[in-house]
């Protein structure tokens, strides 16, 4: 069975840049997660999909960070304009509901902001 | 809210000797899951092990075992019989059955001296 695949692996990217990282879950995880992890940090969540509404979105700065998930698979997270502040790695998971004890995570992207 | 505790930034340990890492954390949640995750270099977030607050026996798995102590809000996790494989960053993580996120912590970095 194929893991959480994320791309690109690396990106950077001048400040003020638009940037887009993708996500394709677990094949039958209708709940998609995009955390964000500062060096050296825990993971904190950005955005929880069920399906492909978006149910809890509270930590997402919405003025520059947007996310879609057609179709209740594959998803986006999109910054724009990028900031010097964004450089993270940013994590993908997934799971089969909302029952915390089966989230799977993808490799992430890490973002530099020059 | 949650949180999630640990108090011990890096930890080191001779191969084949025993580790045990620290974790408290605070909920509101009656029911709720405990996770030990490993992160080496690579990025990837490979669970390690869980444990269901309602059970009272502590979980294991191989040479990783918890000590889950509910009343004191404490979840360590040991590691018996290191290998050099081990060494990475472990993060302890609390899920609620009412939502779906993972609140982690700040992470140990477990170094394994051959």
């Known amino acids: 069975e194929a893991g959480v695949v994320q791309s690109p692996r690396y990106k950077i990217i001048e400040k003020k840049q638009p940037v887009a990282f993708w996500c394709n879950p677990i094949s039958g995880h209708n709940t998609l997660y995009w955390y964000l992890q500062n060096l050296g940090q825990g993971p904190e969540l950005l955005i929880r999909?069920?399906?492909?509404?978006?149910?809890?979105d509270s930590q997402l700065p919405k003025d520059r960070f947007s996310a879609e998930r057609l179709k209740g698979v594959d998803s986006t997270l999109k910054i724009q304009p990028a900031e010097l502040g964004d450089s993270a790695v940013y994590l993908c998971?997934?799971?089969?509901?909302?029952?915390?004890?089966?989230?799977?995570f993808g490799p992430g992207t890490r973002l530099t902001v020059l | 809210a949650q949180t999630v505790t640990q108090s011990q930034p890096e930890m080191s340990v001779q191969e084949a000797e025993t580790v045990t890492l620290s974790c408290t954390y605070d909920t509101s949640e009656s029911d709720y899951y405990l996770f030990w995750y490993k992160q080496p270099p690579s990025r990837q977030m490979i669970l390690v092990i869980r444990q269901e607050a309602y059970k009272q026996q502590n979980a294991t798995e191989n040479r990783f075992s918890v000590n889950f102590q509910k009343a004191a809000k404490s979840f360590s996790l040991k590691i018996s019989d290191s290998q050099l494989g081990d060494a990475a960053m472990y993060f302890c993580?609390?899920?609620?059955?009412?939502?779906?996120?993972?609140?982690f912590g700040q992470g140990t970095i477990l170094t394994v001296h051959p």
């Open positions: 993580a609390q899920g609620g059955t009412s939502y779906g996120k993972l609140t």
């Open positions: 999909y069920e399906n492909e509404e978006a149910v809890d």
């Open positions: 998971a997934s799971s089969l509901g909302l029952h915390p004890n089966e989230q799977f």
